[in-house]
Each structure stands twice: as C-alpha cells, then as structure tokens.
C-alpha cells in the first residue's frame, strides 16, 4: 500500500534561517514525486515533479531532492512569505492520481 | 487567463439534502479530479475522470457522484448519503493521468 510520511508536521524559523522538510514515501514503482505549496483556504499550488533518485529541482529559496526513500524540501534563508503548508505526492505507475502526505504547516518569523 | 475555477467558495448544507459543487477547467486537460481534505488527514481521492463521459471511484467514493459530460466540466453531487461531508473539496486536472495535476481554490462545504 502506498504510504506518504512528512515530517516535522510543524517548523517555525526565523527568517533567514535555513532548513529541510522530510517526506519518507513507500510505493510499489515510483512514476513520480510531487510538492505543493498551500496556503491557508486556498487550493494546492504546484511546485516540483522528481522522477528518478538523484533528480534535483529548484525554483528560488526552494530546492526538491529525491533519493529512492525520500525526498526533501531544502528552503534557503526563508522569508515570512514563504509560510505555508508544504504538502507532498506520490504517483505509482499504472496509478491515475496522486497519494498524499498529510503536509508541514512552516512559519516564518520575521 | 487559464486555470481552475471552483464555484461557490463556501456552501452551506442542510442535512438531508444534496448540493452540487461547481469545477470549470479552460487549460484543455484530458483528467479531472475531486479530492476532500480534512484536518490532519492528506488529500483523499473522491473520483477522477481520464476522458469524457468515463470516470472512475478514488478511495472515498460512498455519498458522492460525479458526471463528465463535456472535457471543461466535472461536477460533484454530495448526496444525502454522505455522512460526514463537511470539508474542503478541491478539484484539480492535468494533461493526463501521468503528469502533474493543478488545483482549483476549492470549496469549503459546511452542513447546518
């Protein structure tokens, strides 16, 4: 059964001070890894899609890894703006949607 | 301007009756989906849709019917039988089953 872990489910930073979510996954064939961003009432935007251990992707302060296990979401020097709930997916192959992850809810104190 | 559009933002139900929750796509996307979150859970599969007029059960199907009779369009029907159906319900598309999906602004719906 495909299972999605993230871990803190809550972290608060300073601004500026740098840190990592966690999303530990189990999936029978992994087609593909997928971060959102999702503010409060609002619907999940997208971020990164990760196929294979190895694969990096960066958009700004962010930056997505993955290895075979997991994957993490690097964010550099964060600024108050940057709080929200970092939510993370999975897609199996011959799967149609995405599983997932119950989310970290960031803050970033000014 | 391309995107997802959700309409209301914010339903209230009386128990015992059905509401239907809006979802308009103009992005050309072949897949549509519904999906409910709850606090604390992650996003749960209600229905999907790979093509129109064909749609198929996700994980949570029981109370809930949908129908794709146009590619832009994929309405949710929150029937009387749902039993706990206040949350928040979003709909997303992609290109197909394989790619990335996109959300709308999603519904909250709140039974009174």
């Known amino acids: 059964e495909d299972q999605v872990t993230q871990s803190p489910e809550a972290l608060r930073l300073q601004e500026g001070e740098s840190s990592s979510l966690n999303c530990s996954y189990t999936v029978s064939g992994l087609r593909g890894l997928f971060w959102y961003r999702q503010d409060p009432g609002k619907g999940p935007e997208f971020l990164f899609t990760l196929y294979s251990a190895g694969e990096e992707k960066e958009k700004e302060r962010l930056k997505a890894t993955l290895t075979k296990k997991e994957s993490f979401l690097h964010i550099t020097a964060p600024k108050p703006e940057d709080s929200a709930t970092y939510l993370c997916?999975?897609?199996?192959?011959?799967?149609?949607?995405?599983?997932f992850g119950t989310g970290t809810r960031l803050t970033v104190i000014p | 301007d391309g995107g997802i559009t959700q309409s209301p933002k914010y339903l209230f139900r009386k128990e015992g009756q059905n509401v239907t929750l809006s979802c308009e796509q103009n992005?050309?996307?072949?897949?549509m989906y519904w999906y409910r979150q709850d606090p604390g859970q992650g996003l749960r599969l209600i229905y999907y849709s790979q093509i129109v007029n064909d749609f198929q059960k996700g994980d949570i199907a029981e109370g809930y019917s949908v129908s794709r009779e146009k590619k832009e369009s994929f309405p949710l029907t929150v029937t009387s039988a749902q039993k706990n159906p206040t949350a928040f319900y979003l709909c997303?598309?992609?290109?197909?089953?394989?790619?990335?999906?996109?959300f709308g602004q999603g519904t909250r719906l709140t039974v009174v």
């Open positions: 997916a999975v897609q199996a192959y011959g799967a149609n949607n995405l599983f």
């Open positions: 992005l050309n996307h072949d897949a």
């Open positions: 997303a598309s992609s290109v197909s089953g394989k790619t990335e999906a996109f």
